[in-house]
């Protein structure tokens, strides 16, 4: 497997990253689909003042409905208040949402390290996708493998469920 080509990486809020870790956020939002298929390690560059990366999530379905659908659709799953959420989508009409099929912690890596290991890094504007020349870190395999795992389970059980 091209591993290069199942990562991507996200900048994002230091606490909205530790929400998607720990599970208490099983959704990102953002204002516009970034094209973050099933099944991609959805690395989390913290921004300023952190700079790094120290964990992911294992992206599933991405969902788009109006601001106002999302929050009544999916408020449990976001991580966010509502005030947050409000003015996050002051001005926007549709909302687009990455389900997370479960979170990982990840050897941190600083932005200067992530530099050093992997040449012409650079802090993503929304996205960054993972460079075939990049080598994947054995912890990014890991959490890779171990979420196509989580969703084949997940693929498997509602398989089982709709023969009821």
């Known amino acids: ?12 809020k230091r606490i ?3 929400r998607l870790i720990s599970g208490t956020k099983q959704m990102e939002l953002r204002k ?10 959805v690395l989390l560059y913290e921004t300023a003042p952190n700079n790094r990366i120290a964990g ?12 106002t659908q999302m929050w009544d659709e999916y408020a449990p799953l976001l991580g966010i208040a509502r005030p947050d959420y409000d003015s996050y989508f002051t001005g926007v009409e549709m909302a687009f949402g990455i389900k997370s099929e479960g979170g990982f912690t990840l050897n941190i890596r600083s932005y200067d390290e992530l530099q050093q290991e992997f040449p012409g890094f650079v802090v ?6 993972w460079k075939a020349e990049w080598f994947v870190p054995d912890d990014y395999v890991e959490a ?3 979420g196509h795992e989580r969703i084949k389970e997940k693929f ?7 023969l009821f």
């Open 1 to 12: 497997m091209a591993y290069y080509q199942w990562l991507k990486v996200l900048s994002i």
């Open 16 to 18: 909205y990253a530790e």
């Open 32 to 41: 516009r689909d970034l094209g973050i298929r099933p099944g991609t390690l």
């Open 56 to 67: 992911a999530f294992m992206a599933g379905k991405t969902f788009s409905c109006p601001v």
């Open 124 to 129: 993503p504007q929304l996205t960054l996708n």
């Open 144 to 146: 890779l493998n171990a």
């Open 156 to 162: 498997v059980l509602a398989e089982q469920l709709s």
